[in-house]
């Protein structure tokens, strides 16, 4: 079954502080995988897409990792901030023949505090 | 660039009527539009994919008789909710991939349906 799974559920971390979202996925075939940043009542906005090849992406901040042998794929962030209080979600991209098909996980539920 | 609008940002219905909510690509044209509906701590769940000028694709249990989407044009892509229920109440978030073979996928902002 193509799942996606993430964990922590949610975290509470201080400002200033890092830290680590996991997602492992069972999704097959694999496209890509993406992280996207949700904050409460937005869209949510792409923060990065890894391909089956590549192993570590970053965007500032936010550095992605895949496994693609493991399927795991992890986002950390460094020298957290206020603003990055939100969901975080990540989305494996499946494509079969002319199927293309985001699944979806649940999201990690970011809070930053002073 | 890529930007997605989504109006209106919030609206209140009564039970039994209709909404429209609508989705623009600001800057770029999009022959695939998405509409995804998201409950409260849930992913979001594709509800139809449409093409412009052409019937939209429903995924499975979606009602395409309930949901009602036009896509006229390259630029927006519409989502009317016909006699609407309180279960219908819901974030609607609209995607746009841009025309020319690219499967990225810009969100818009979402609507907050609530339907009293």
């Known amino acids: 079954k193509n799942q996606v799974e993430q964990s922590p559920q949610s975290l509470i971390i201080l400002e200033g502080k890092n830290c680590t979202l996991q997602?492992?996925?069972?999704?097959?075939?694999?496209?890509?995988l993406r992280w996207y940043k949700q904050d409460t009542g937005r869209g949510p906005v792409s923060l990065t897409i890894m391909t089956f090849s590549e192993n570590t992406k970053s965007n500032g901040r936010y550095t992605a990792t895949l496994d693609a042998d493991t399927k795991q794929s992890s986002l950390h962030i460094t020298a957290s901030q206020l603003s990055d209080s939100a969901s975080y979600i990540c989305v494996v991209i499946r494509w079969a023949g002319n199927n293309r098909k985001l699944i979806w996980g649940l999201g990690t539920s970011l809070a930053v505090n002073p | 660039g890529a930007v997605v609008s989504q109006h209106p940002s919030w609206v209140i219905c009564k039970s039994g009527t209709s909404v429209k909510i609508e989705c623009r690509s600001l800057d770029f044209q999009a022959t695939t539009m998405f509409w995804y509906r998201q409950f409260p701590k849930q992913s979001l769940m594709l509800m139809a994919t449409s093409n412009e000028g052409s019937k939209a694709t429903y995924e499975q249990g979606v009602e395409k008789d309930k949901f009602l989407i036009n896509h006229a044009s390259l630029t927006l892509s519409t989502l009317t909710v016909t006699s609407a229920h309180p279960e219908d109440s819901s974030f609607y978030i609209c995607?746009?991939?841009?025309?020319?073979?690219?499967?990225?996928?810009?969100f818009g902002p979402g609507t907050r349906l609530t339907v009293t």
């Open positions: 995607s746009a991939s841009p025309s020319g073979g690219s499967y990225e996928q810009y």
């Open positions: 997602c492992n996925y069972t999704v097959s075939p694999f496209s890509n």
